[in-house]
């Protein structure tokens, strides 16, 4: 279930385009602390995207089906450039602030986003994370319903023809 959840969440992410009608995010992961060890981790492409599972707890609502609240943390990785202070020229000061541009792209792709065996995301807090140098992790929090029907046991339908016996 969290593996098709995982999967409905970058394919919606892959429909984001930059200005030039490309696919703006160059790498998708789990989330597994990459931006605080850098110097341990497999490179990856900026921006990119890592998607956080926070624990949650399950309610039983029957044949096997459980149900959760489960809160979905987007980690946006982009480049971190200093020059955003106003005596900066405005070209630098607009690179270094377009990483802002991008959260907004973010938000607004998955704001009511529905992925297979969730109700809508909503949106609910928004962590800034400049605590890496050359990077900032632009952490978006979503809350969504979840379903998982992984226990159900599905029921066969059988047909069978009765079989005469002629004595």
């Keep these: 279930m969290k593996k098709q959840l995982y999967l409905d969440i970058v394919n ?5 385009k930059d200005e ?4 703006l995010f160059q790498h998708f992961d789990l989330w597994n602390r990459q931006v605080d060890f850098l110097e341990e981790e497999t490179p990856f492409n900026l921006p990119a995207v890592f998607i956080e599972f926070l624990p949650h707890s399950w ?7 459980q149900c959760a ?24 000061q607009q690179q270094a602030v377009c ?4 959260i907004d792209k973010v ?24 605590d890496h140098g050359r990077y900032v992790d632009s952490i ?19 047909s069978l023809s009765p079989v005469i016996l002629k004595e």
């Design 12 to 16: 919606h992410l892959k429909t984001i």
């Design 20 to 23: 030039n009608g490309i696919q």
């Design 140 to 158: 978006e929090e979503y809350i969504c319903n979840i379903v998982d029907t992984s226990a159900v046991q599905h029921k066969q339908q059988v």
């Design 59 to 65: 309610q039983t609502l029957g044949n096997r089906k």
């Design 107 to 130: 938000v607004a792709a998955m704001q009511n986003f529905a992925p297979s065996n969730s109700n809508q995301w909503m949106r609910t807090q928004s962590i800034p994370n400049h």
């Design 99 to 102: 990483y802002l541009d991008t």
């Design 69 to 92: 609240d489960l809160t979905i943390r987007l980690h946006i990785v982009t480049p971190w450039f200093s020059d955003t202070a106003d005596y900066v020229p405005d070209e630098f």
